[in-house]
């Protein structure tokens, strides 16, 4: 399975960003697909997550009620919806995929991962 995300950019405190992960290979092996990210100097940290069957989602309290994760199970591409974006919310975004049932917020969860894409949020 090969991630590839996508949409970073740099925005201003209160605006708003979409992240896309489009995921190829051996996409039917895998159940649930989560955002992570990665701040200079600190470790990755769960986001969102998504499970391709049912939309079942999970969020991470720092984003939740600002982000929100959506998934088009026709085009194997799963999107991160940034709101009221905050300048805590720079990092480094990966999308990752797991095979087994189940949303972990772990990073050892997931069993493929995308390269990162740069989100900025200036003040």
């Known amino acids: 399975v090969q991630l590839q995300a996508s949409g970073g950019g740099l925005v201003q405190a209160g605006g708003s960003l979409r992240l896309s992960c489009l995921a190829s290979?051996?996409?039917?092996?895998?159940?649930?697909m989560g955002w992570f990210r990665q701040a200079p100097g600190k470790e990755r940290e769960f986001v969102a997550a998504?499970?391709?069957?049912?939309?079942?989602?999970d969020y991470a309290d720092s984003v939740k009620g600002r982000f929100t994760i959506s998934r088009d199970y026709a085009k194997n591409t799963v999107y991160l919806q940034m709101s009221s974006l905050k300048p805590e919310d720079t990092a480094d975004y990966y999308c990752?995929?797991?095979?087994?049932?189940?949303?972990?917020?772990?990073?050892?969860?997931?069993?493929?991962w995308g390269q990162g894409t740069q989100v900025t949020v200036s003040s």
């Open positions: 990752a995929a797991r095979t087994r049932i189940g949303i972990p917020r772990r990073v050892d969860g997931y069993d493929y």
């Open positions: 290979g051996r996409t039917f092996s895998t159940n649930t």
């Open positions: 998504t499970v391709w069957i049912g939309g079942s989602t």
